[in-house]
């Protein structure tokens, strides 16, 4: 076996002196790293969050874009404004009353994709050392996000509604008698990535009540909210308090991601601020991109490709469900979601699925270990299963194939007793089970 | 007149007291502060540095990508590489290569136009407190991004051969003395924004020799670079040294900004983190926009349509320096791009150009005042203009406005005296002079 020599990478880079402290955050994401296993085509992939888009209209989009280029290229190919087109702002205000949210297309700034609205949010909130209060677990891109500008996270304990409120208070209370700022909570409240927990819109109420309480900026996440199986859309919390929430949106699942067009509500005094970020950071979000998806809302019918994607995320939901009730042995768990991309699944006692993803691999199945969805090391006995990319029928030999997987893992352990090779400690209580 | 009452407008913002430190730098900028007026049709705008597209092959344009929408849909409008596409990468380096560049793909990493290439350099790079050298003037764009991170800026003398070596050396030895860090030297070699000034191919041999012997990092921004007027295309500072020079590209101004694509050439250790800094920014560049052009380089003829903005632009430039000649009073000097966008103009002594500014407006011209392009509050004689938008015969005009504004200010100051309401001292040296 070979020991990488951590000097001679080390030379290898002569700047290696010289990268901002805020550097020490960046680190290849879990769900990066197994992008190139997870993409052979044997392999059953459970672990991308891609959304499936191939019952998009082709034809007609193509044939929209390209006049668009044809009759007003000049403009839409130009510079924009830094807060985004306002045509495209009015649109998002369609968009957003349908879970109960009112907005004026001032409030809003368009961004590249909302990972880069969540990018400009915590850049102009969080300095070093600001604590920034989290879901169990949470998006890892969140997570990489916060990191990289040296913000402190601290997950709040979360049940099958959504975050706990008095965890939320006694975190706050803890956070601040030790001297130092609260600056956000982090929530996504519709079907989380990992978890697939929707809050409750009793929990909604008992956290804007913590929220006013105590004085918190609330930072809603919102991608998948439109996209339930079993229930209307649920009200947004902007749309129980415009003033402590800013609000992220994104087309990326209810259109299409490859556009990298999200955007930010907020206060009119953290949007000036957001609008400056942005114009510091990119002069102006892709012009094109807007004005591409603001003639797809304005020519297709996009509430029409909304039904047609809860329709076709649900079957392939249900496979899912029906998979691991079929191959799950004794002692699994999992969240039943209503809506979303995800299933969280926590292993019987003893697995480690950051362990256990090599045998996966071997079995032809890829799922996105748990770990990567906590700050604080917890999440090994947990794996996020996405149902969103794969066909239904692919989807069940997934859950055949991970079954497989657990039952030779589950057999060498009672051969050879328990298997860990990374000595991590047996017997904590795995997080998902409180 | 109405003094606005500090305290209403920050009872206004209940988030005054949340903002991260870095948001201090944060600020409106001179060229967008301007673009309400600018925009306005009766005004020929000197001020915007929009690229005239209108000569693209729209029709063309149109068909091929609203055909890669039908052909190829589900991939060009899901997620990305982080890193970028990679045939577009391959493409990029054809690119680079008329400027004398050899470079590979895997270090190459796209971003969200070279502004946020930018930005991601400063991210990784410099700490609060962290020093960046930068020509005087420079641009605008660049002093925002430095100060959203806290860098500190510090202009080092320029001439009309580009930035002085000796300067370089003396500014690195006085920021070392005193305990700091020179995180990197941000230049704008061709065409520089705002002075249009070339570096001479002696100048950057010295330039780069001073960077080798002090250890510093080059940052090379060239949008410029191809839009040469009267010569050829000149070796690029990455194409003498690949170990000190971090290249940032665009195609904003030899194909169409609108797509926000630009790209980062660094040496591996350093791609390496703008690549995980890319990924926690926005996932992935946008990814359509990416196809797109990548679509445009392999159908269009790309070498032929710069030739056309070349000989395109250089009949503004022409009809402003004209302009100028037939317009301008004595005392008055400006210089002679060959190639780029702008003419930097230094005003005669006892003139400062933010005052001028209104009475230029309501004579129907705008450019960008000095002070901007300075992190010093030096500037205050010049004005940027540019010959990128208007055509030929309103840019004469242009400068026609701009010689009666002058004109009247000198009247007024003749009668009068020296006319000036916000009390800022007569008789600085301008920069530019030197």
């Known amino acids: 076996m070979t020991v990488p020599d951590k000097r001679v990478s080390t030379r290898l880079d002569p700047f290696v002196d010289a990268y901002a402290e805020r550097t020490e955050g960046l680190k290849v994401s879990a769900v990066r790293a197994l992008f190139a296993v997870a993409n052979r085509p044997e392999v059953v992939s459970l672990a991308g969050g891609m959304p499936n888009i191939s019952d998009l209209p082709l034809k007609a989009l193509g044939s929209a874009i390209g006049g668009l280029i044809e009759s007003r290229g000049p403009q839409i190919m130009n510079y ?47 300095n070093p050392g600001d604590v920034i209060l989290v879901e169990s677990p949470t998006y890892v891109g969140a997570l990489g996000t916060f990191s990289s500008y040296q913000g402190k996270v601290i997950h709040v304990d979360t049940d099958d509604q959504g975050i706990i409120p008095s965890g939320v208070v006694a975190a706050t209370e803890m956070v601040r008698s030790s001297g130092r700022t609260v600056k956000f909570l982090y929530t996504i409240p519709n079907f989380n990535n990992p978890s697939g927990v929707l809050m409750s819109v009793e929990r909604r109420r ?188 692919r989807i069940y030999e997934g859950t055949r194939r991970l079954g497989e997987a657990i039952a030779e893992e589950a057999e060498l352990r009672a051969t050879f007793g328990f298997v860990n090779p990374c000595g991590s400690p047996s017997g904590l209580p795995a997080p998902g089970e409180s």
């Open 206 to 393: 008992e956290l804007i009540a913590v929220a006013q309480e105590l004085d918190i900026i609330l930072v809603e996440d919102n991608p998948y909210g439109l996209l339930t199986f079993d229930l209307p859309p649920q009200p947004a919390l902007r749309s129980m308090d415009a003033d402590h929430v800013i609000y992220l949106g994104s087309f990326s699942k209810t259109f299409a991601p490859g556009f990298r067009v999200g955007w930010v509500l907020a206060p009119p005094g953290v949007l000036k601020k957001l609008v400056l970020a942005q114009e510091s950071a990119t002069l102006c979000p892709p012009v094109f991109s807007q004005f591409a998806i603001s003639e797809y809302l304005s020519t297709c019918d996009w509430k029409g490709q909304i039904e047609q994607f809860r329709s076709m995320y649900k079957q392939r939901r249900d496979a899912l469900l029906r998979g691991l009730e079929d191959h799950m042995p004794p002692g699994t768990s999992w969240t039943h979601p209503e809506g979303g991309f995800f299933v969280w699944l926590t292993l019987p006692e003893g697995f480690d699925s950051d362990q256990l993803s090599a045998r996966a691999t071997s079995h032809r199945v890829a799922y996105v270990p748990g770990t990567g969805f906590y700050a604080d090391g917890l999440g090994s006995r947990n794996m996020r299963l996405s149902f969103c990319f794969p066909t239904p029928e």
């Open 80 to 126: 924009g404004s830094g807060q985004g087109e306002e045509k495209l702002r009015e649109q998002i205000c369609e968009v957003m009353a349908l879970e109960g949210i009112e907005a004026s297309p001032d409030n809003i700034v368009i961004s590249c994709g909302s990972q880069q609205g969540l990018d400009l949010v915590t850049r102009i909130l969080v």
